[in-house]
């Protein structure tokens, strides 16, 4: 098993490019996440999906969107990108919202300028 | 105030040692988590605990609900544990089931 993955590992975007994280996991989850980590602050919950066909806003949910294209997949998206959303993202899948553990995919460095 | 509290931010000590890193959260909660996140920037859960104490090999992990504290302890370190160990309350409220994180506390042990 391969976990929770994400794509790409690292990206450099310019100011007003539209780009999407993909995040997948095989462990048959109903919960996904996505969470972006600044210095100096913990990881903050930007979007969450806690079944299939559901997706609800985070704390940071601004200058976002999201999809649960299927039980799988939950990909993130920046429609214009801001210097504001360089940052080091993580996505996370658990069994459920409620009584478990997540599990993180390996991050995505975002950087834009 | 944050919600998730953690100290220290930053804690160095020496191959062998015990170490403990301490965690207040100020929310309701229905659990709590420990995590380590590796140099290399991935990030792995190692408890989740809602009373009492778990064990797994050197790492003791111990909460308190009345006085909203938790600690995370490792015993005889040693430079493989160097990493930032986060804490993250699985908030009870309005949010449920949301996590919410402290800042970390970075871990190097010496050798």
């Known amino acids: 098993n391969a976990g929770v993955t994400q794509t790409p590992k690292f990206q450099v975007l310019k100011t007003g490019q539209s780009m999407t994280l993909q995040c997948a996991q095989d462990?048959?989850?109903?919960?996904m996440y996505w969470y972006r980590q600044d210095p100096g602050m913990g990881l903050r919950l930007i979007y969450y999906s806690a079944s299939e066909g559901t997706t609800d806003k985070g704390e940071v949910p601004n200058g976002y969107n999201v999809s649960r294209l299927n039980k799988r997949e939950f990909s993130l998206r920046l429609e214009s990108a801001a210097p504001s959303q360089t940052s080091v993202y993580f996505c996370?899948?658990?069994?459920?919202?409620?009584?478990?553990?997540?599990?993180f995919g390996p991050g995505t460095r975002l950087t834009v300028t | 105030k944050n919600e998730v509290e953690q100290s220290p931010q930053n804690l160095t000590a020496q191959e062998g040692e015990f170490i403990t890193i301490n965690c207040s959260y100020s929310v309701g909660i229905s659990a709590l988590h420990w995590l380590q996140q590796h140099p290399g920037g991935g990030i792995v859960s190692l408890f989740m605990l809602s009373s009492g104490k778990k064990k797994h090999g050197r790492l003791i992990a111990t909460i308190n609900i009345q006085e909203k504290h938790s600690s995370l302890h490792i015993t005889a370190s040693h430079p493989r544990d160097s990493a930032v160990y986060i804490c993250?309350?699985?908030?009870?409220?309005?949010?449920?089931?949301?996590?919410?994180f402290g800042k970390g506390t970075k871990l190097s042990v010496k050798p």
């Open positions: 996370a899948s658990s069994p459920d919202r409620i009584s478990y553990e997540q599990y």
């Open positions: 993250a309350a699985k908030n009870y409220g309005g949010s449920q089931g949301n996590l919410i």
């Open positions: 462990m048959n989850h109903n919960s």
